[in-house]
């Protein structure tokens, strides 16, 4: 009886691999827009044809990596926000940043080609949809306030690491936890009263 969990082929994956690989070091040199197929197939060592049996253009390729970390984003979203009633701060960052960790080179390649906007639109978005299901708050909802609280926490939230990824910050990933930890339980008057 065949399996109907069938595994991808490995040659498939090493192949998707590849196209991956090489549009990332293309995309650490150049826009987006020129990036040509030729190119990236040479580079992966495939021809054109090959490239057509996996993606249709060069966007895709962009979009299933957003795709892979935003569902990434959305599995730690979830599994915190649902895991308690009430949100450890502490442990939703850790978990966050261990999420970020494993993709950072991608994140700052997306970062300095100008496509990381793109990306934290997309999980804030699903930030904001896990928000409401957790509250079980009608999508359709006008309620301004619950609107508000939501753009207000996943905003928050992804503009802080959107700013540590656009600057060469110095603080480590560790850091940032313990203060984006600090601001959701205390606010900015924790900080204010420190100094």
Known sequence: MPSQNKLPDRRVLRTKKNIRQAFLRLLAEKNISQITIKELSDLADINRKTFYMYYSNIE????ELEDELVQKLVLVFEKELFKNEA????????????????????????????????????????????????YHIPKDSNNERYILYAEYAASGILSMYTKWFSTDSDMSLEELTKTAADI???????LISQT
């Open 87 to 134: 949100l450890n701060s502490y442990s939703f960052f850790k978990n966050l940043n261990q999420a970020i960790q494993e993709n950072l080179p991608l994140y700052r390649i997306l970062n300095h080609s100008g496509l990381l906007p793109h990306l934290i639109q997309r999980a804030k978005d699903a930030l904001i949809d896990i928000f409401f299901r957790k």
């Open 184 to 190: 959701t339980l205390y606010g900015f008057q924790h």
């Open 60 to 63: 895709e390729i962009l979009f």
